[in-house]
Every structure is written in C-alpha cells, then in structure tokens.
C-alpha cells in the first residue's frame, strides 16, 4: 500500500480497491434489499391509508357541515307538524267551533244558521260537514267566508252560492267542512296465543 502512496500502483493495490468496491456494493445491496425496500413498502402502505384517511375525513367534514342544515330542517318540520296538528286536532272541539263560528259572523254583521251534516271518515280522517245559510250584504258575506279561510283550524268552503242582493240583503248557502284526526288503533302483536 505505501508503494501505492508513491506514486506506483501495484496489484495489489489494485485487489485492495476492488474488494473495498465489492465490500460497498455488497453493503449498498444489503441495505437495498433488506432496509429500503422493507421501508418503501411500508411507506407506500402508509401513504394509501393516508390517503384513505384523507378521504374519509373530508366525507366526515362534509356530513359535518350538513348535520347543521338538517338539523335546521328536523325543526322547521317539527314546527309544521305541531301547527299542523294544531290546525287539525285529534279531540273533537265542536262546541268550541261552533262559538268562534258565530263570533266571526257577528264581527262582520251577518246572520248564520248552522246545520251539521253526516260526518265522514277515511283511514285517518273525519270530515265532518255543516250546511251554512248566510245572510248580509255580498261585501259581508265575502268577508266572512275569507275570515273562515284564515281561520286557525283547517276549514273547507265549497258548493257556495250567494243569490243576487234585494234591498241590501243577499243569501248565502255553503258547506264549511272541517276536520279532524283518526287515532290509529294498535296493530295486535304477530304470533300469541289465544
């Protein structure tokens, strides 16, 4: 080696140098094969579920953001239920009706005569109808019917007819349906014994 210092090269010094090229390929291929490639892999598995997770977080924001507008939603409906089953009750409220009936009729100055007529039922409903005569002047009249349009319990007018006016006075006859719910009787349980 020291004739190698100087200045001559020996083949000796030769061998020298190719086994330490040797011993740093051996080395390099080790560490290719058993520490990066191991590594790689690993960071290639990492990388997808990174990427899994990633995704799976940006889908958990995105239903995040919406569980605000659907929790909106839920109460708008719950709202509307509760009016609605304001406007329709389940308990029959007849006699309480039939006073706000004639209230309004008196707030615009006209006569009512009231009769029930046969009630009606579905699945889930009652229909129940009254015949109505009405007696005032048509601006009346039309004030009244609009007056039971917006009234705060569901109710229907229809078959209306208002006969022409004779001395300031005009009839009126309509049906005025209103309604209620039907509770839903228990559906008995599948597979007892009698």
């Given at each position: 080696?020291?004739?190698?210092?100087?200045?001559?090269?020996?083949?000796?010094?030769?061998?020298?140098?190719?086994?330490?090229?040797?011993?740093t390929g051996v080395i390099c291929a080790a560490y290719y094969l058993f520490l990066f490639s191991p590594?790689?892999?690993?960071?290639?598995?990492?990388?997808?579920?990174?990427?899994?997770?990633?995704?799976?977080?940006?889908?958990?924001?995105?239903?995040?953001?919406?569980?605000?507008?659907?929790?909106?939603?839920?109460?708008?409906?719950?709202?509307?239920?509760?009016?609605?089953?304001?406007?329709?009750?389940?308990?029959?409220?007849?006699?309480?009706?039939?006073?706000?009936?004639?209230?309004?009729?008196a707030q615009v100055g006209i006569e009512v005569e009231l009769s029930q007529l046969a009630p009606q039922?579905?699945?889930?409903?009652?229909?129940?109808?009254?015949?109505?005569?009405?007696?005032?002047?048509?601006?009346?009249?039309?004030?009244?019917?609009?007056?039971?349009?917006?009234?705060?319990r569901y109710l229907k007018v229809s078959d209306l007819r208002i006969e022409e006016e004779r001395a300031?006075?005009?009839?009126?006859?309509?049906?005025?349906?209103?309604?209620?719910?039907?509770?839903?009787?228990?559906?008995?349980?599948?597979?007892?014994?009698?």
């Amino acid at each position: 080696m020291m004739d190698f210092l100087k200045g001559t090269v020996t083949p000796k010094d030769w061998a020298f140098v190719g086994a330490m090229i040797a011993i740093t390929g051996v080395i390099c291929a080790a560490y290719y094969l058993f520490l990066f490639s191991p590594a790689q892999a690993t960071i290639e598995e990492i990388s997808a579920e990174n990427r899994t997770l990633r995704s799976d977080i940006a889908e958990a924001e995105e239903i995040e953001a919406g569980i605000e507008q659907l929790r909106r939603e839920s109460d708008q409906f719950d709202l509307l239920v509760t009016q609605f089953q304001q406007r329709l009750p389940q308990q029959r409220e007849i006699p309480q009706l039939l006073t706000e009936f004639e209230e309004l009729a008196a707030q615009v100055g006209i006569e009512v005569e009231l009769s029930q007529l046969a009630p009606q039922r579905d699945e889930r409903k009652e229909t129940i109808p009254y015949s109505v005569v009405a007696y005032g002047n048509f601006h009346q009249i039309a004030r009244f019917i609009n007056l039971l349009e917006r009234f705060e319990r569901y109710l229907k007018v229809s078959d209306l007819r208002i006969e022409e006016e004779r001395a300031l006075m005009s009839r009126a006859t309509f049906t005025l349906s209103t309604f209620r719910f039907l509770e839903q009787a228990p559906v008995p349980a599948a597979g007892g014994t009698s």
